[in-house]
C-alpha cells in the first residue's frame, strides 16, 4: 500500500477546498434567493408560478443529479485512477471520450423528452390534468427548457475533470451564471409584456440562456489545463465501461432527496392550490446551507477519497470520513436551528411582496420547518455517498435509496391527508433520515469502527453551541414588533440583526469548547486571505 499525504495535510487540503466550492455556493445561492425573489413579486404563488415550478422540476432534477452529484461520482474514481497511474494522456483521452459520447446521448434524451412532454408533465403534477390550461401552459415550458440538460450535463463533466486535477472554483461558480439569466430574463420579459404567459415563456427561455453561460464559463479553464476537448478521442473509451456501470446505480443514489421532492410534487398537485409552490420556495431556502455546507463539502472529499481508495488505504479514508462529517455537522446544525427559530422572518424577508401574500408567507413557513428538520440527515447522505462511490460500490446506495424512496411515498400518503402539504415536507426528512442510518451501517461493515465514539462527541459539542444560539436568537427576535407590523426594510433589518448575532454566539461558544473545525475554517480563511494580499 503506497503512502499518501499525512492526515493534516489531507484535512487541509479538504477544508481548502470546500471553503472555495463553499465560497462560490454562497454566491450562487445569493443570486438564487435573487431570482426567486423577482419570481415572487411576479408569478408569486398563482397557476403560472404551479405551473413553472413543475415545468422546471424535470430540467433541475437533472442538474441537481448530474452537476451536483452522480456524473463525478462516477467519473472522478476512474478519470483519477488514470491520473494516480502517472498517464495524464490517458487521462486526457479519456476525458475527451467521455465528453463526446455524454454530448450525444444528452442530445438524444433531450428530443425524446421534447416529444414525451405531455406524459413527463402527467408523471410529475397529474394533478393538473384537471385544469385544461395550467397543464398545457405547463407542457409548453417543459419542452422550452428541456435541452437545459445538454449544458448542465456537460458542465457537470467539467466539473469532474477540473475538480480532479484541483481546480474548484470555476464549476462552483457556474450556478452564478443560470441565476444571472434567469434574472435577467424575467426583468426584460416582464418590462416587455403584461401578459403573464409571455412573462412566464421569458423565465424559461433565460434557463436555456443560463444553460450556455454555464458551459461557456468552464471552457478557459479547460483550455488552461490543456484537457482540450475539442480534439480526436475514441468513440469508446475502455474506462467508459467503468463510469456506465458506476452512472446507473450513482444517479439513483444521490437522487433520493430529489426524487423525493419529486414525489412531493406529485402528490402536492393534488392538493390545494399552491401547495406545489409552498414546497418549492421551502426547498429553495433549505437548498442554501445544504448548498454552501454539505455539497460543498462533499465535492472537496470526493478526489481525495478516490486517491485514497485507489492506494487501498482505508485508515486515511476513515479519517476524512470523520473530518468530513465533523466539518458539515458544524456548519449544518446551528443552520438548522436558525431556520427552524427564524422560519418566518426568512420566509417574508425573501419572498413577501407582490402577489406573494400574509398566508403564502405562513404556509411556506410551515413546509421550511418540516424540511429543516431533517437538514442534518440531508448533508450526512451526501458526505457517506462519496465514500461508497469511491470504493466502487453502488449496490449499497441503491439498496438504501430503494428503501428511503418508499418510505417517503408511504409517509407522504399517510400524513397528507391530516398535515397537507407540511406532511409531505416531514415525510421527506424522515425518509433521509432512514437513507442516512442505512449507509451508515453498511459503510461500517466495509471500512469498521468509523470513529464513531468521538463523532459523537464532536457533534455533540456544536448541536449543543447550536441550542445555545437558537434561545438567543429568540431573544434578540422578540425585541422586535411581529413581522406584519413591518415594512420589508424592517424584516430585512429584523432578520440580518437575528443572524448576526446568532453567528456571534456560536462562534464564540465553539471558541469556549475548542471545536478543531473552528480553527480549521479559520486557518483556511486566513491563509486564503494572506495570499490575497
Known amino acids: 500500500m503506497s503512502q499518501g499525504p499525512d492526515p493534516d495535510t489531507e484535512r487541509r487540503q479538504v477544508t481548502r477546498a470546500a471553503g472555495v466550492v463553499g465560497s462560490m455556493t454562497l454566491a450562487s445561492r445569493i443570486l438564487g434567493y435573487a431570482r426567486d425573489m423577482v419570481f415572487a413579486y411576479l408569478f408569486g404563488t398563482t397557476m403560472a408560478a404551479d405551473a413553472f415550478i413543475a415545468a422546471f422540476r424535470v430540467p433541475n432534477l437533472l442538474r441537481r443529479l448530474f452537476g451536483e452529484g452522480s456524473l463525478s461520482m462516477a467519473f472522478v474514481p476512474v478519470f483519477t485512477g488514470y491520473l494516480s497511474a502517472g498517464d495524464r494522456d490517458e487521462a486526457m483521452r479519456f476525458a475527451r471520450s467521455t465528453f463526446h459520447l455524454l454530448a450525444l446521448v444528452l442530445l438524444v434524451v433531450a428530443c425524446l423528452g421534447i416529444a414525451a412532454s405531455p406524459w413527463i408533465v402527467r408523471f410529475m403534477a397529474y394533478g393538473f390534468t384537471s385544469d385544461p390550461q395550467k397543464f398545457d401552459l405547463t407542457v409548453k415550458l417543459t419542452r422550452i427548457m428541456l435541452p437545459y440538460i445538454c449544458f448542465v450535463g456537460l458542465v457537470a463533466l467539467c466539473m469532474g475533470i477540473l475538480n480532479s486535477l484541483g481546480h474548484f472554483a470555476a464549476p462552483a461558480a457556474a450556478p452564478v451564471m443560470l441565476n444571472l439569466a434567469m434574472i435577467a430574463s424575467a426583468l426584460v420579459f416582464a418590462w416587455a409584456s403584461e401578459s403573464v404567459q409571455v412573462r412566464v415563456t421569458g423565465l424559461a427561455v433565460g434557463v436555456l440562456a443560463g444553460g450556455v453561460a454555464q458551459l461557456g464559463l468552464q471552457l478557459p479553464f479547460l483550455m488552461k489545463h490543456r484537457v482540450g476537448l475539442g480534439r480526436p478521442a475514441p468513440i469508446f473509451h475502455p474506462g467508459l465501461k467503468k463510469i456506465i456501470a458506476l452512472m446507473g446505480p450513482a444517479v439513483f443514489g444521490a437522487a433520493v432527496y430529489q426524487i423525493n421532492i419529486v414525489v412531493n410534487t406529485q402528490l402536492a398537485s393534488l392538493l390545494t392550490e399552491g401547495s406545489v409552490a409552498y414546497l418549492y420556495y421551502a426547498d429553495r431556502i433549505v437548498q442554501f446551507p445544504l448548498g454552501i455546507f454539505a455539497i460543498a463539502t462533499a465535492t472537496a472529499v470526493l478526489p481525495s477519497l478516490s486517491q485514497q481508495a485507489s492506494r487501498n488505504d482505508l485508515e486515511a479514508m ?36 407582490g402577489v406573494f401574500d400574509l398566508e403564502s408567507t405562513r404556509k411556506t413557513a410551515e413546509a421550511l420547518f418540516y424540511y429543516a428538520l431533517g437538514l442534518w440527515a440531508f448533508s450526512a447522505v451526501r458526505i457517506l455517498l462519496n465514500f461508497f462511490y469511491a470504493l466502487q460500490d453502488t449496490r449499497s446506495p441503491v439498496k438504501a435509496a430503494s428503501i428511503s424512496i418508499a418510505a417517503n411515498i408511504i409517509l407522504g400518503l399517510a400524513l397528507m391527508g391530516p398535515m397537507g402539504h407540511r406532511g409531505l415536507a416531514l415525510a421527506t426528512s424522515l425518509a433521509s433520515m432512514v437513507n442516512l442510518v442505512l449507509l451508515v451501517i453498511w459503510l461500517r461493515r466495509k471500512l469498521g469502527p468509523l470513529g464513531g465514539i468521538r463523532l459523537v462527541k464532536e457533534v455533540s459539542k456544536s448541536a449543543a453551541c447550536a441550542v445555545m444560539m437558537g434561545v438567543v436568537v429568540m431573544i434578540v427576535a422578540a425585541v422586535w414588533p411581529p413581522m406584519e407590523c413591518n415594512g420589508r426594510l424592517g424584516l430585512t433589518l429584523r432578520l440580518m440583526g437575528c443572524i448576526m448575532a446568532g453567528v456571534g454566539v456560536y462562534c464564540g461558544l465553539a471558541y469556549l469548547f475548542k471545536l478543531e473545525e473552528l480553527r480549521a475554517m479559520a486557518e483556511t480563511f486566513l491563509r486564503r486571505k494572506g495570499r490575497g494580499r
Open 318 to 353: 476513515k479519517d476524512t470520513f470523520g473530518h468530513g462529517l465533523r466539518l458539515v455537522f458544524f456548519a449544518v446544525l446551528p443552520s438548522l436551528v436558525g431556520l427552524v427559530v427564524l422560519r418566518e422572518a426568512i420566509v417574508a424577508a425573501l419572498f413577501r411582496h
